[in-house]
């Protein structure tokens, strides 16, 4: 089984693709030059406009995963995907090409406490180095970006996981019963 991240997709194509070639992959830059207390703001008064930084840089990155799909199902491969560029709207393209998929946000109350854990066990953890405020607004905006994605799933018709009182690790378990795979 192959697996692989969109992350890791994403920045391949970012030392591929220019900015000029590819505009919307490269979307997040000006989110992470901003002054920190713009980004806060655009998390939690704007996310909406956020929500579509993420949708344009996922549909730029899906022609990589699209085409990894595509090239592991021709080499009789299964392959496990995850990361935010794999949107219901684009895996619901997948009709000819065998799949399962299964979606996972976050919209609980302890998604901060959460993040400060993980972040705290993970010594390469982005988050591990920002604010307090930074991780309040950061969770905020998945919460908003979960409740999108668990929209989009449930129009799509593919299932949603609300993994509210878990940590991200611990959610491994129901995804992998979700998909009817072994754990071993």
Do not use: C
Not at 109 to 126: P, S, V
Not at 127 to 154: C, G, H, L, P, T
Request: glycine share 4%; no cysteine; proline share 3%.
């Amino acid at each position: 089984m192959s697996v692989i991240s969109t992350d890791t997709l994403g920045a391949v194509l970012e030392n591929v693709l220019s900015p000029a070639a590819a505009p919307d992959l490269f979307v997040f830059d000006k989110f992470n030059k901003m002054p920190m207390a713009e980004r806060v703001k655009l998390m939690t008064k704007e996310p909406t406009a956020l929500i579509d930084y993420v949708r344009r840089e996922s549909h730029v990155v899906w022609k990589a995963v699209e085409a990894f799909i595509r090239r592991e199902n021709d080499e009789r491969r299964d392959a496990l995907i995850e990361g935010v560029a794999v949107l219901p709207e684009l895996v619901s393209r997948l009709e000819d090409v065998p799949h399962r998929v299964v979606f996972i946000g976050n919209q609980g109350e302890n998604h901060k406490e959460n993040i400060k854990k993980f972040a705290e066990k993970n010594e390469q953890d982005w988050m591990r180095n920002v604010s307090d405020q930074y991780i309040s607004a950061f969770a905020m905006f998945v919460k908003r970006m979960s409740a999108y994605i668990e929209q989009e799933a449930k129009e799509y018709g593919f299932e949603y996981i609300e993994m509210d009182k878990e940590l991200f690790e611990n959610v491994t378990e129901e995804v992998v019963k979700s998909l009817g795979l072994s754990a071993s």
